[in-house]
């Protein structure tokens, strides 16, 4: 299920780091500070790495980022 911008917003720090999934790989990332920033996992060469796109509070622009991302889209 895609993430709104409430629930970004609404994201609070908890004990431990955890990630929010929003679509195609790309989910928010919350620290234990309350800092957030997007990451994007993909598949490559058999493996799943995860790159941050910046500390970007809006959702549309982690889907812009994402958007410019993927290939043929």
């Known amino acids: 299920m895609a993430l709104t911008d409430t629930a970004v917003r609404h994201a609070k720090p908890r004990a ?14 919350v620290n234990t ?7 994007f ?9 995860r790159i941050s796109l910046a500390p970007i509070l ?11 991302m993927l290939p043929g889209r």
């Open 16 to 29: 431990k780091a955890y990630t929010l999934p929003d679509y195609d790989g790309l989910a928010l990332f």
């Open 33 to 39: 500070k309350g800092a957030k920033s997007w990451h």
């Open 41 to 49: 996992r993909f598949s490559w060469a058999d493996k799943q790495p």
């Open 58 to 68: 809006k959702l549309v622009c982690g889907m812009h980022a994402l958007c410019a």
